[in-house]
Every structure is written in structure tokens, then in C-alpha cells.
């Protein structure tokens, strides 16, 4: 099993531009999570899925949009990077009760 | 509105120590609570997760205690290693019919040989 996959690892953008990082599980969960890492601020969720078809807003969603393309798959999209969006993307997934939480390895993105 | 908080931010230690990392929250309503370790430009890996019914779980050199009426939690490492560097983070999960985790913002721990 592979657990949680996040692509790309690394990625730099121009402020403006668009782009899409992608999130796989292979655990059977039904419920994924999109956070963000910055120095000093902890992680802080941006929007998660309870079960497949459903999205909801975290703590931090204004300039992201997520698609639960199936029970697998959880995208995050950035419309317009800001350099306020730099940081270490994480995304993550849980089964059933307890609810434990698995991590992918991060995608780091630098907005210039 | 639940508030997680670590401290210290940051701890250094001999080889061998035992040593206690610290994690609050302010609202004790939580399903559960969850350690992770966290190595440099890596990903978070699950140690210990405690039910709210539980009031410790154990996994090798490592015991997490739970005591919600304080909201407070523990990570207690015995006989500290350099391999345990590595930056200690915890999560709340509450009851409010939400899925969402809140996360302190860590314990950076040294371990020196």
C-alpha cells in the first residue's frame, strides 16, 4: 500500500498563474483534507470531504477550490497563486472511528 | 472556538533522557487525540491517537496520556535516542459533527548525543 500520494513534490509559480495539486489514497477512507504549513502558524486546514461528493471549507479556503473526483482522489486547485500562498501543502485522509489521520509527504510551492 | 497549544517550542535534550512534551486544548469536547512526528521537509507520521474513553495509549519507548476534564495530554519518551529529533506535533478532533483536526504548532526536540 502506498498510503496517501501528493504530486508534485515541488513546484514554483508566477503570481497569476493556475495550477492543481493532486491527492490519492489507497486505504478505502472516506474522508480527505487539504492543509497548509507555515512557519509559526501550524497546520491549518483549507477545505476537507467527508465522504465522496461532498467538499466543505476549512480555515484558510479563500483562493483555493477542491474537487473529490472519487473516493480516492482529492484535488486542491489554485485559480490565481499569490505569494501569499507559498507554503508546504499537505493532504491527508481517515477511515472510520477513531478517525486516525494519515499524511501524504507535502507538496512545497513557492509563489514568486 | 478550540485552541491547541504546545510548549515548549522547542527542547533539548542529553542522550537518554526521559523526557514529557506538552499539549492543551481549550475545549474539552474532543472524539480524540492524536501525536505525530514530524523530520524535516517530510510528511506527518501518526505515533499514538487516544480515544476520548482512553486515558493513555502506549507504543514502544513512547506513552500518550489523555486527561480531558484538564485538557491537557502528554507524550512521555523514554530514554531518548538521536533518532527521536524531530518536531512533536498534536491534534484535536472535537464532537461538534465537524471533521476537522486542530493542530498545536509543535515541539521541536534536539537529541544530543
Known amino acids: 500500500n502506498a498510503g496517501v500520494t501528493q504530486t508534485p513534490k515541488f513546484q514554483v509559480l508566477k503570481t497569476g498563474q493556475s495550477m492543481t495539486l493532486q491527492c490519492a489514497q489507497d486505504?478505502?477512507?472516506?474522508?480527505m483534507y487539504w492543509y497548509r504549513q507555515d512557519p509559526g502558524m501550524g497546520l491549518r486546514l483549507i477545505y476537507y470531504?467527508?465522504?465522496?461528493?461532498?467538499?466543505d471549507k476549512g480555515e484558510v479556503p479563500n483562493g483555493y477550490n477542491v474537487s473529490r473526483l472519487n473516493k480516492r482522489e482529492f484535488s486542491l486547485r489554485l485559480e490565481s497563486a499569490a505569494p501569499s500562498q507559498t507554503s508546504v501543502y499537505f493532504c491527508a485522509s481517515s477511515g472510520t472511528y477513531p478517525y486516525e489521520q494519515y499524511f501524504g509527504p507535502g507538496t512545497r510551492l513557492t509563489v514568486t | 472556538k478550540q485552541e491547541v497549544t504546545q510548549i515548549p517550542a522547542a527542547l533539548s535534550v542529553p542522550e537518554g533522557e526521559n523526557l514529557v512534551l506538552n499539549c492543551s486544548f481549550t475545549d474539552s469536547a474532543i472524539y480524540n487525540l492524536q501525536w505525530f512526528r514530524q523530520d524535516p521537509g517530510k510528511g506527518l507520521t501518526s505515533l499514538l491517537l487516544i480515544q476520548s474513553s482512553q486515558r493513555e495509549q502506549t507504543s514502544g519507548r513512547l506513552n500518550a496520556s489523555l486527561d480531558k476534564s484538564s485538557g491537557r495530554s502528554t507524550l512521555y519518551i523514554a530514554a531518548s535516542q538521536p533518532g527521536d529529533s524531530a518536531t512533536y506535533l498534536c491534534a484535536v478532533r472535537g464532537t461538534s459533527g465537524t471533521y476537522k483536526y486542530i493542530f498545536g504548532t509543535g515541539t521541536r526536540l534536539k537529541v544530543l548525543a
Open positions: 470531504s467527508a465522504s465522496e461528493g461532498t467538499t
Open positions: 486505504m478505502n477512507h472516506n474522508s
